[in-house]
């Protein structure tokens, strides 16, 4: 299995989690649940992406 | 003229003087004037594309989506982490296509997978299309903020019709050098002016905390999707099909083939996600502006009649001059990219014997004419800019299947099958437009256009496929032999 599987987690967190997430309550950070739940897949998608992209052959050879 | 009339109109001035200051010295025939003789550095490449992201559609779309729907403008969130993720598998193999055949535009790319100049024009086609109800974003918004800086004495026909002629000016006079410098300054101060407007407005009315309580408990269910028809189904295909679409923008598209190498795409996957979070400055203005400016009839007015409430005059005129920028650099960009996309996917093929000069002049006449139909659509038009944006993006999404199987699948895709998936494609996204569905089922109804467009593209593909392997070799026979067909 490649490394770039894992890809897919943050893209589950957006497609399927929202389904959990939608609510207002509880308001964390000053956001309503369903805002503060959208940020927290953006810094996991740029998390997710580092790794894949450290991990990924194709960005260790030269150019 | 008061205070931030005057703000406003010396940074139009100023882009205009950036604009003619770039053009001097440099030759301009079409590739200047559209890419630059590809000069740009790696800094400019990507001013330009986050120049991208903050335009009205961000700054005033934004905040009146939040203003107006709640929760589903979190999608605006969700739509760009989905778009690099993607990004970082289909760039790379996009670039190296077009480098290995020199291509310039998103046309080109069709032309040359199925070697045919019938679907580069008909992808052009689309593509003007599409830019259309974008730009009429840009210009609406555009026309807002002039109408406001004027305290209303401008009345917004006449606003709209100044937004029209700086934005074709703009763009006759400058071309792509002018836009880098302007996207500069844009960049610099749309980002103060965020985080400023949306910090202040909700301090204004109690902090983050107290606001979102507030809205809440004043309106339930508004701060979470389920309103209007926008329930987590809308949600997820709204989501997918920007997500997918956000690249086939002939803008963006043609973008991609300036990069250095192509793991710059997948560098940019790993940190592009985080400039998402800036829009969380925007959305807070919106829904600041609930509380001070209560009961808008157009929602696209919510953050500047909230600034204009709270702060001084010439706060409001920087906020306004801000504003003029992230209409003008992307607006501009689009306007480029209308006329190049005609004058050379359309009118060159049809002639074959045109100069440069007068493929030139074409893409000129077709800015001015394209800005003019824009125009007649802004004007009688009290939409939502999210909903202009989102009408584009139900058009060119329906690239997305034909693109998608060339890179990954290419011999389940044929030239009658992609043609007949875009138009099929196409004809369902005018016809929900024409009669006012953008929301089917539950379901954004471009996704369903673009569900309809994969079926067909795939069932007509396996029925011509021996007629597809019989054209290209009669092609590819006729090139080796040493002579060519004329195509198309």
């Given at each position: 299995?490649?490394?770039?599987?894992?890809?897919?987690?943050?893209?589950?967190?957006?497609?399927?989690?929202?389904?959990?997430?939608?609510?207002?309550?509880?308001?964390?950070?000053?956001?309503?649940?369903?805002?503060?739940?959208?940020?927290?897949?953006?810094?996991?998608?740029?998390?997710?992406?580092?790794?894949?992209?450290?991990?990924?052959?194709?960005?260790?050879?030269?150019? | 003229?008061?205070?931030?009339?005057?703000?406003?109109?010396?940074?139009?001035?100023?882009?205009?003087?950036?604009?003619?200051?770039?053009?001097?010295?440099?030759?301009?025939?079409?590739?200047?004037?559209?890419?630059?003789?590809?000069?740009?550095?790696?800094?400019?490449?990507?001013?330009?594309?986050?120049?991208?992201?903050?335009?009205?559609?961000?700054?005033?779309?934004?905040?009146?989506?939040?203003?107006?729907?709640?929760?589903?403008?979190?999608?605006?969130?969700?739509?760009?982490?989905?778009?690099?993720?993607?990004?970082?598998?289909?760039?790379?193999?996009?670039?190296?296509?077009?480098?290995?055949?020199?291509?310039?535009?998103?046309?080109?790319?069709?032309?040359?997978?199925?070697?045919?100049?019938?679907?580069?024009?008909?992808?052009?086609?689309?593509?003007?299309?599409?830019?259309?109800?974008?730009?009429?974003?840009?210009?609406?918004?555009?026309?807002?903020?002039?109408?406001?800086?004027?305290?209303?004495?401008?009345?917004?026909?006449?606003?709209?019709?100044?937004a029209m002629v700086v934005l074709a000016l703009y763009v006759t006079l400058s071309g792509v050098h002018g836009t880098a410098w302007t996207a500069?300054?844009?960049?610099?101060?749309?980002?103060?002016?965020?985080?400023?407007?949306?910090?202040?407005?909700?301090?204004?009315?109690?902090?983050?905390?107290?606001?979102?309580?507030?809205?809440?408990?004043?309106?339930?269910?508004?701060?979470?999707?389920?309103?209007?028809?926008?329930?987590?189904?809308?949600?997820?295909?709204?989501?997918?099909?920007?997500?997918?679409?956000?690249?086939?923008?002939?803008?963006?598209?043609?973008?991609?083939?300036?990069?250095?190498?192509?793991?710059?795409?997948?560098?940019?996957?790993?940190?592009?996600?985080?400039?998402?979070?800036?829009?969380?400055?925007?959305?807070?203005?919106?829904?600041?502006?609930?509380?001070?400016?209560?009961?808008?009839?157009?929602?696209?007015?919510?953050?500047?009649?909230?600034?204009?409430?709270?702060?001084?005059?010439?706060?409001?005129?920087?906020?306004?001059?801000?504003?003029?920028?992230?209409?003008?650099?992307?607006?501009?960009?689009?306007?480029?990219?209308?006329?190049?996309?005609?004058?050379?996917?359309?009118?060159?093929?049809?002639?074959?014997?045109?100069?440069?000069?007068?493929?030139?002049?074409?893409?000129?006449?077709?800015?001015?004419?394209?800005?003019?139909?824009?125009?007649?659509?802004?004007?009688?038009?009290?939409?939502?800019?999210?909903?202009?944006?989102?009408?584009?993006?139900?058009?060119?999404?329906?690239?997305?299947?034909?693109?998608?199987?060339?890179?990954?699948?290419?011999?389940?895709?044929?030239?009658?099958?992609?043609?007949?998936?875009?138009?099929?494609?196409?004809?369902?996204?005018?016809?929900?437009?024409?009669?006012?569905?953008?929301?089917?089922?539950?379901?954004?109804?471009?996704?369903?256009?673009?569900?309809?467009?994969?079926?067909?593209?795939?069932?007509?593909?396996?029925?011509?496929?021996?007629?597809?392997?019989?054209?290209?070799?009669?092609?590819?026979?006729?090139?080796?032999?040493?002579?060519?067909?004329?195509?198309?």
């Amino acid at each position: 299995m490649s490394v770039r599987a894992l890809a897919l987690i943050p893209i589950l967190f957006i497609f399927v989690g929202v389904a959990f997430a939608n609510r207002a309550y509880p308001i964390v950070l000053g956001m309503p649940f369903l805002f503060f739940y959208m940020v927290v897949c953006i810094v996991l998608t740029s998390v997710v992406m580092a790794v894949v992209y450290a991990l990924d052959p194709a960005n260790r050879r030269e150019e | 003229m008061n205070a931030p009339l005057v703000i406003i109109a010396l940074t139009i001035v100023i882009a205009f003087i950036l604009a003619l200051w770039s053009r001097a010295n440099k030759r301009m025939d079409l590739e200047q004037w559209a890419v630059a003789g590809r000069g740009f550095g790696a800094l400019f490449v990507f001013l330009l594309l986050a120049g991208e992201i903050y335009t009205t559609f961000t700054f005033l779309g934004g905040s009146g989506w939040a203003y107006g729907t709640g929760g589903p403008a979190a999608y605006i969130l969700a739509y760009g982490a989905v778009a690099y993720v993607l990004s970082y598998f289909l760039l790379p193999p996009i670039w190296r296509y077009a480098k290995q055949r020199n291509l310039i535009s998103q046309p080109d790319f069709f032309t040359a997978q199925f070697d045919s100049r019938l679907l580069g024009g008909l992808v052009a086609g689309v593509g003007v299309i599409a830019l259309v109800p974008y730009l009429q974003s840009q210009m609406t918004g555009l026309g807002l903020i002039v109408q406001m800086a004027s305290y209303g004495r401008i009345s917004e026909t006449w606003a709209i019709a100044i937004a029209m002629v700086v934005l074709a000016l703009y763009v006759t006079l400058s071309g792509v050098h002018g836009t880098a410098w302007t996207a500069v300054l844009k960049d610099l101060t749309i980002l103060a002016v965020v985080v400023v407007v949306g910090i202040l407005l909700p301090a204004r009315v109690g902090g983050l905390h107290a606001m979102f309580a507030s809205i809440a408990h004043q309106r339930p269910g508004f701060l979470q999707l389920g309103a209007k028809g926008m329930g987590v189904p809308w949600f997820i295909s709204t989501v997918a099909l920007t997500g997918l679409g956000f690249y086939m923008w002939p803008h963006a598209f043609g973008a991609v083939y300036t990069a250095k190498s192509e793991r710059v795409f997948r560098r940019n996957a790993t940190f592009l996600p985080l400039y998402q979070l800036i829009l969380l400055f925007v959305f807070f203005a919106g829904f600041a502006a609930i509380l001070i400016v209560p009961g808008l009839k157009n929602s696209n007015l919510a953050l500047l009649a909230a600034v204009q409430r709270v702060f001084p005059a010439w706060a409001v005129g920087v906020i306004g001059g801000a504003g003029v920028l992230t209409a003008m650099v992307p607006g501009s960009l689009m306007l480029m990219t209308a006329g190049t996309l005609v004058a050379e996917n359309l009118y060159r093929p049809l002639r074959r014997s045109a100069t440069s000069g007068e493929i030139q002049a074409v893409a000129r006449v077709v800015v001015w004419l394209v800005a003019a139909i824009t125009f007649l659509f802004s004007i009688h038009s009290n939409a939502a800019i999210v909903a202009l944006l989102l009408m584009g993006y139900n058009f060119v999404t329906q690239f997305f299947p034909s693109v998608f199987l060339c890179l990954w699948r290419r011999t389940w895709v044929t030239l009658p099958g992609a043609i007949c998936g875009i138009l099929v494609g196409v004809l369902f996204v005018a016809y929900f437009a024409l009669t006012d569905h953008s929301i089917v089922a539950g379901l954004n109804s471009g996704f369903i256009a673009l569900a309809v467009n994969f079926a067909v593209t795939l069932v007509v593909s396996a029925l011509t496929r021996s007629w597809e392997a019989r054209r290209m070799a009669r092609r590819s026979g006729a090139s080796a032999a040493g002579f060519a067909y004329p195509s198309d």
